[in-house]
């Protein structure tokens, strides 16, 4: 696969990129508001973080790190390394993204294959208002919004922080329905498409009951679009759980992703970069394997 | 226009028209576009003007009350959809830009050159745009913000919209470059295309005159479905405090506004809901327009004739 080979020179292009984008800028996090007490002491700092060697050697040093899979410091938390911090929050992160696609796969296929089976039917109707709610009720709208009718009006589920399940609920939500509504309408148009096709028909002639002509014939067939789409849904599953974490105010990777912007914590933006990157080349990878065994056409 | 009834154009008119949800997205489009655009004039309100009556609830004299320093929330948000809307015009504009030129090229150069361009396409699909995006901001924050504030600071806000436009646009073109190369693809062998090359039509001229008419309707139809996507990342920028600062306000720091007021103590629903539901009705007449559009111009279905 050229693909799999893509990956390491895609991985050295985020690394070089970032670091030159981000080193080549004067002003860096050790001569704003953080500045040091003395010149000794910003040499110090400087020599500490290897900032008095020439770029070319700076940069060096950082991919050979890299290679061995260590991201740095973090310039903000001094006490803490990159790879420390994603420690941390990258179980929580992972956790929260995953319960949302199992709510956008569990209610998504689902829906819109029903909705497909019966046109006009409730199914029809709920998977065109949940479209329509994923269409035009973006995830920074729809978290405040559910913080106000659950958390606040009626008081069923607490409103932030990540603790006990009943944390978990609000911020599943609120990530998960928007993409269990794009789900539902690739499930939708995909079994509609398959339910035209001869093989149907020919299923349908030989005698086959109804429920393993669905079960057998048709949901295989349409699920093969609905993963094909799953790789470019995960890259917006992570953006937005960088809304959701940072609406709930819940301690994970994409909450400390956009702090780092905010105090200018270079290593930390570089880690996260090549984080994001590398996690959204394996989700992508493991999507286009799925696709290949589930859909023979694509293996020959 | 060419005035032959049954020419695509027209019939893609004509069925465009039949849509209704497509022609209300229209019509509010071009009323929320209006308003938004002299409604801060007409208003002898100022939507930066503070006052000391915060958080009064809607009524009479503030429509849609007043937020917490006592600024009216109606011209706030009319203000606030110029700037989403204009974020949204200009970045589409890029995107179309930068995808138009990247397909055309692609496909019509061909072999080599096509699989290069594509390959590099389809790399930049697999990257975290939204990532780039904040670190694109976020060099411009560091290095051009501080020069500009010693020559013209007054100017910082426009040139922070106008890279936050531009940085947008450059991420949002794959989809277009894509298109618009299968579509050159499918062209090019066209007995038209033929005909105009043998007579030795100059490429410039063939690209203008041959090829950029029968895209325009791709082209038209992808562009609507890009504007709301650009509204939305620069929502998405803002409401994490990465786009438009204050005292400028975009739908998406309202949004972030009306958020952070949300407490146990007191609820104060509007600062949340009247931007939040201006901005969901936004979305939802640009994508039914696209939407429209994309049904009138490839018939499928058999709805239109």
């Known amino acids: 696969m050229a693909r799999l080979a893509l990956i390491p020179v895609l991985l050295w292009m985020v690394a070089t990129l970032s670091f030159f984008l981000l080193r080549a800028v004067p002003g860096g996090p050790f001569d704003r508001e953080r500045a040091p007490a003395s010149r000794e002491a910003e040499a110090a700092l400087k020599a500490r973080y290897h900032w008095d060697e020439p770029l070319w050697r700076q940069y060096e040093r950082y991919l050979g790190n890299v290679i061995r899979g260590d991201l740095g410091p973090s310039l903000k938390y001094r006490d803490h390394s990159v790879n420390d911090l994603l420690g941390q929050t990258v179980p929580v992160s992972l956790s929260l993204g995953a319960m949302a696609f199992g709510v956008a796969i569990g209610l998504g296929i689902p829906l819109g294959a029903l909705a497909a089976l019966k046109r006009g039917g409730w199914a029809d109707y709920a998977a065109a208002g949940l479209t329509l709610v994923g269409v035009c009720v973006p995830v920074f709208v729809l978290g405040p919004l559910l913080v106000l009718v659950f958390g606040l009006w009626l008081g069923w589920f607490p409103v932030a922080l990540w603790g006990p399940w009943q944390n978990a609920v609000l911020p599943t939500l609120t990530l998960g329905l928007y993409f269990a509504a794009r789900v539902a309408r690739w499930m939708r148009e995909g079994m509609l498409e398959v339910l035209r096709s001869p093989h149907v028909q020919t299923a349908r002639a030989k005698g086959l009951s109804e429920t393993a002509v669905i079960l057998r014939h048709v949901v295989p067939v349409a699920l093969v679009p609905v993963i094909s789409y799953t790789g470019p849904m995960l890259a917006d599953l992570l953006t937005g759980s960088f809304v959701v974490e940072n609406v709930f105010q819940i301690p994970g990777t994409g909450a400390f992703f956009i702090n780092s912007f905010f105090s200018r914590d270079y290593t930390m933006m570089m880690g996260m970069v090549l984080f994001y990157s590398v996690l959204l080349q394996v989700l992508n990878l493991m999507s286009d394997l799925l696709l290949r065994w589930v859909d023979p056409r694509i293996r020959s | ?305």
Not at chain 2, 7 to 31: D, E, Q, T
Not at chain 2, 77 to 100: E, K, M, P, Y
Not at chain 2, 231 to 242: N, R
Not at chain 2, 250 to 279: C, E, K
Request: aromatic fraction near 8%; proline fraction near 7%; charge should be positive.
């Open chain 2, 1 to 305: 226009m060419n005035t032959d009834p049954s020419s695509p154009g027209r019939l893609a008119l004509r069925r465009f028209l039949r849509n209704h949800m497509a022609v209300s997205g229209v019509v509010f489009l071009l009323l929320i576009a209006a308003v938004s655009v002299l409604g801060p004039g007409v208003l002898a309100t100022d939507p930066n003007q503070r006052s000391d009556s915060p958080f009064v609830p809607p009524g009479a004299s503030h429509w849609m009350g007043t937020d917490i320093h006592g600024r009216d929330l109606f011209s706030r948000v009319l203000v606030g959809t110029r700037i989403s809307l204009l974020v949204g015009a200009v970045g589409a504009g890029v995107s179309v830009l930068i995808g138009v030129t990247w397909g055309l090229v692609s496909g019509w150069r061909g072999g080599r050159t096509d699989a290069w361009m594509m390959r590099l396409v389809d790399v930049l699909y697999a990257l975290p745009t939204v990532v780039w995006v904040m670190l694109t901001l976020t060099i411009f924050e560091t290095r051009c913000v501080g020069w500009l504030s010693e020559r013209w600071p007054a100017s910082i806000p426009a040139f922070r919209l106008a890279a936050m436009m531009v940085s947008l646009g450059s991420v949002s073109w794959l989809t277009m470059a894509r298109i618009v190369r299968a579509q050159v693809l499918s062209l090019r062998e066209r007995p038209f295309i033929l005909a105009a090359q043998s007579i030795g039509v100059p490429p410039v001229r063939l690209m203008l005159r041959h090829f950029l008419p029968n895209l325009a309707g791709v082209v038209i139809v992808y562009l609507t479905l890009t504007v709301p996507a650009v509204v939305l990342y620069e929502s998405f920028l803002s409401f994490l405090g990465l786009g438009v600062r204050p005292p400028q306000a975009s739908l998406g720091t309202l949004i972030a506004d009306g958020a952070s007021q949300l407490n146990p103590v007191r609820v104060r629903w509007w600062l949340l809901v009247f931007p939040a539901g201006l901005m969901a009705l936004l979305l939802a007449a640009l994508n039914g327009v696209g939407e429209g559009l994309r049904s009138a111009f490839e018939p499928r279905d058999g709805n239109g004739n």
